[in-house]
Each structure stands twice: as C-alpha cells, then as structure tokens.
C-alpha cells in the first residue's frame, strides 16, 4: 500500500504509530500533526513531513489516523471535516463510539481501534471495528497498517469498553506485576538487574508459550507444578493472596469506567 498516512496528535500512541510504521519500511508519504512541532522534530530526519496544519495533513493524504485525547476528538472532527469526507479515519481514542464521529461528520468512514502501548515494540493487541461504509478494500488497508504495529483482530464495538480495559490498560497492570517479581527477587536476595530480567523475560516468556503452543493457561500452569516441590509453595500463596479475584475486579473497573465516559457523548447503545 502507498497511500498517504496523516497522523493527527503524534504524542506516545500517534509516535509510536508513526515510528512503526518508518521500521516496517512503509513507502507511502507519513504526514504528523502537533500542536508544538519542536515535540517531533526528530521525525523529520527520518524523511516525515510535520506541520499543525490538520486539514492540509487530511486533504494531502489518503488514511487518517487521530491520535488526540477523547475530548480532543469532536473539535479535531469539525476542524478536518470539509478534507475528510469519502475518506477513511482510523482512531485510537478510548471511550469514542463510532455513532459520535459518524454524527460529526457523515460522510466519511470510521476504525474504531484499541491499541496497547506495545506499539513501541509492534507488539501491540489491537481491537478494530468499523462503521458501515467501510468497505472490504478499505478493510484490507486497516489490517496492513495495524500490522506492522503488532496483531489485530476485528471486534464488535460492544467489546470495545472490555477491551479497553483488558489490553489498552494491560501494560500497565503487566508492568506492576513484573515490579512486585522484581521486588520479590530483591527479597529472596537476587541482584536488581537479574530480578529484573528474570521477571520481565518469564512473562514474555510464558505469554509467548500461550500463544504459540495454543495450550491452556491452567496447562502450563500444571506442567511447572511439580507435586509437592516449590511451585507449588508460591502458587498456595497467590491464591491466598487472591490474585485472580483482584485481576477480575480490576479489569471489571476499568470496564464500567470506560462506559460511564462513554455516555458524555450523548451514546448509550452501540
Ligand atoms: N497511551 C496509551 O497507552 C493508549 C492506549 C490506547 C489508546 N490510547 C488513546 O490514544 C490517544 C492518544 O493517547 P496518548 O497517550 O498518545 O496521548 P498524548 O501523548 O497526549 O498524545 C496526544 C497528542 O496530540 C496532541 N494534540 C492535541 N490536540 C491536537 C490538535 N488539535 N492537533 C494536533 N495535535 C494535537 C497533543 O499535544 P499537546 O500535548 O500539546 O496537547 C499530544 O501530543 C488517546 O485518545 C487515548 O485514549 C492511548
């Protein structure tokens, strides 16, 4: 695909979307967008054109990507609107339903997409969903562009609230699991880096073994919990500790506070 990409908003997600895309060897033309262009200058020498200029970013290319804050969404909408029609925009905003964005501007096609900031490395779990004007071309465009930022996976908008709070928030929780196996280190008396490196790598570890052996979590699970070794110590402590109960409760709040934000804009059903 050589379309042209704008990048409206190139702060952590739009950034990182921009930078994906220069790894993966993208040949179309890449257009940011920033209030303050001395924030991504430095993408200028990797050959991407910046500018504040919104609506010329939007009339000079092809797809769209906004990457503002969810109350940015509705003026940046009526400011690009007039470029925008027949034209497809792919957004990352929580909590934005595609009905709000279609009433903006109707003519123009809407992605829907939750992103991680697993960007950063094209590791990213991305849910998309697309209003109805979106075409299986169009399609096909969204799922080349997402790819290079890690895997996606079409979703009903319904699923949307759940995800953002599974794998839009999951780094963050995943972050402070590996912190408390770091500190867990230090308290058994292993060097910080090794503790580090040992928690960080055997998550990365057992979730790249969830996925490509296709086995149940709970599988992996038994096959390192020999009976009555130490694994099995740990684990009597954890469910003590109830973990699975403060993991559900967490992504159950997360949920519920994504569509009590989801209501101000004035949509309760998707
Ligand atoms: N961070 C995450 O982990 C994550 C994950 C999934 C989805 N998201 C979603 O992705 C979106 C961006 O999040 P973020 O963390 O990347 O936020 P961010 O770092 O604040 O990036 C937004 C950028 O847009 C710029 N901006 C604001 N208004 C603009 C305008 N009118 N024209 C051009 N640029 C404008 C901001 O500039 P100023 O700073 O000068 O205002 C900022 O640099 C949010 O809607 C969020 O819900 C974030």
Redesign the pocket.
Known sequence: MKDGIAV???????GAIVNSLMKSGYDGKIIA????LE?IRGLEKLGVTITRD?KKAVKDSEVIFL????N?VE??LK?ISSELEGKMLIY???TVPLKFCKRIVPKAKFVRT????AILVQESFTAYCCDDSVTQGDKEKVKEILGVMGIHMEVKERYMDGITALS?SG?GYISVIIEALMYAGLKVGLPRDLSLYSSAQSVLGTAKLVLDSGKHAAEIRDMVTTPGGTTIEAIYELEGGQIRQALMRAVEAATKKSAKIRKQWGINEL
């Open positions: 409206i908003g190139t702060g952590v997600i739009g967008t920033e209030i303050d924030k919104n990457c503002v804050k969810p940015s003026n940046v400011e990352t905003a929580a939750m992103p991680n900031i839009g780094p």
